[in-house]
């Protein structure tokens, strides 16, 4: 808020929010978008298969059933709850 931000990579739908907010009027959207890496991986310690087979498993129907977006959501309701605490003065990083 003191004007010392340059850059804010994050999830577009979260910085769109932050963009409605009044303390971000200053701020402006790049045109620029970050694609999501097509090798993004979790991966275990050591090569056990059945702990590999559960892992797609679960994250697949994470996907699947809507808990990764929720998680964005979840994400892009935490920013804007600590953005408003920043232009209030209550928190200071």
């Known amino acids: ?7 804010l990579a994050d999830e577009r739908n979260t910085l769109e ?15 620029t978008r970050l694609k999501a890496s097509d090798d993004a991986r979790v991966y275990l310690a050591s090569n056990d298969r059945q702990s590999l087979a559960y892992l797609r498993a679960a994250l697949h129907s994470w996907q ?3 808990g990764q977006e929720q998680a964005w959501g979840l994400h892009g309701n ?16």
């Open 64 to 66: 699947r059933d809507g």
């Open 78 to 93: 935490a920013v804007l709850i600590d953005s408003l605490k920043v232009g209030q003065g209550l928190v200071c990083h």
């Open 1 to 7: 808020m003191a004007g010392d931000c340059s850059l």
């Open 17 to 31: 929010r932050l963009q409605a907010q009044p303390d971000w009027r200053f701020y402006r959207m790049l045109d």
